[in-house]
């Protein structure tokens, strides 16, 4: 009898294992809009990379790059729905989920990415990576693309250049009073729907960073671009609580070294990526690239700057504060 019982129990035990060993990895589908060789692209496929080196037959990353899987505009929605486990949208984008993170869409707001960097490691830079976790979203920390141009089929050199003119934008108020406040007419619209919208002239502009604009060609159907460096176009790498919290113990902390590696690999590249890009849309011949004098800037940023006190109640002066700070 206590025999078969050790048998029973020994059988159990090896049935429970092998059923272990054969169990399907876990899939983490990383969605996300833009083109390979961007910044976001190659952190993207160093993290698939880490992780099933690291993981190996426990963790499978399936990477969707271009849009393929979710547009930007509903790629949260179907993360809650457990339809995708990690995305990096730009931080204009979670304007539905907090009115916080529309602090990286004031304008004028950094002078360049090393304010951008030094306020997201601040300590009120990090408490903003919890600003949507009440919507069950966990922010796994900031990614870099660069700063933003204004791209247009004319020379767009002064604010009263773009008076009436149509400009694309993130689903973000802030951005559309950016450019309603030099009287242009901004129109929310998702990532992958720009270039035809340029084409065919449906919109006269559009903002975005030089490794956006050159790997999706928008440089080809704008004669103009002009180097204003007026505002930042950054990522959260976000995730939803329920897949997070479920993940096993010993797995979670892979994943996130993992991530933050990966992260740092983007980082690294972008501003690298930035100017590399820029170079090679100048050297198409395709776009114009304008600089601007120093009197042209401070009059865009006298024309953009009352925005801040627009938004100021939603995101808070003390964290406009801290982020102007990082200027010093
Ligand atoms: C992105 O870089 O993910 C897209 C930015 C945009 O929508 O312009």
Wanted: neutral net charge.
């Amino acid at each position: 009898m206590k025999n078969l019982k050790h048998m029973l129990v020994t059988a159990i035990a090896s049935l429970t294992l092998a059923t272990a060993s054969w169990a399907a990895p876990i899939e983490i589908k990383f969605s996300h809009v833009v083109a390979e060789n961007t910044p976001k692209g190659q952190m993207a496929l160093k993290f698939k990379e880490l992780v099933e080196e690291r993981l190996p037959g426990k963790v499978e990353v399936k990477v969707f790059p271009n849009s393929q899987l979710f547009g930007d505009n509903k790629v949260l929605e179907a993360m809650l729905l457990g339809d995708v486990q990690i995305a990096a949208p730009s931080l204009s984008k979670f304007d539905a989920y907090t009115k916080s993170l529309q602090i990286f869409d004031l304008p004028f707001l950094f002078d360049d990415m090393t304010a951008v960097e030094k306020f997201q490691q601040s300590p009120k830079g990090q408490e903003l990576l919890g600003a949507i976790e009440k919507k069950g979203l966990v922010g796994l920390g900031y990614l870099h693309n660069g700063m933003k141009q204004i791209s247009a089929n004319k020379p767009i050199i002064t604010p009263e250049d773009a008076n009436g003119q149509k400009f694309r934008i993130q689903t973000s108020d802030v951005l559309a009073a950016q450019f309603e406040a030099v009287g242009a007419i901004p129109v929310k619209k998702p990532f992958s729907e720009v270039f035809t919208l340029l084409q065919t002239k449906a919109i006269d502009g559009q903002e975005n960073t030089w490794s956006n604009m050159y790997s999706k060609k928008f440089f080809e159907v704008q004669s103009h671009i002009t180097e204003t460096n007026h505002g930042v176009l950054d990522y959260l790498v976000v995730t939803s609580k329920e897949f997070w919290m479920t993940l096993p113990e010993d797995i979670r902390p892979i994943i996130k070294k993992s991530l933050d590696e990966a992260i740092l690999v983007g980082n690294r590249i972008a501003q690298k990526k930035a100017d590399d890009d820029r170079q090679a849309i100048i050297d198409s011949g395709r776009s114009q690239v304008i600089s601007i004098s120093k009197e042209a800037r401070l009059k865009w940023i006298a024309a953009m700057k009352p925005v801040w006190e627009q938004f100021s109640h939603e995101i808070g002066a003390d964290m406009i504060g801290a982020a102007v700070e990082a200027n010093n």
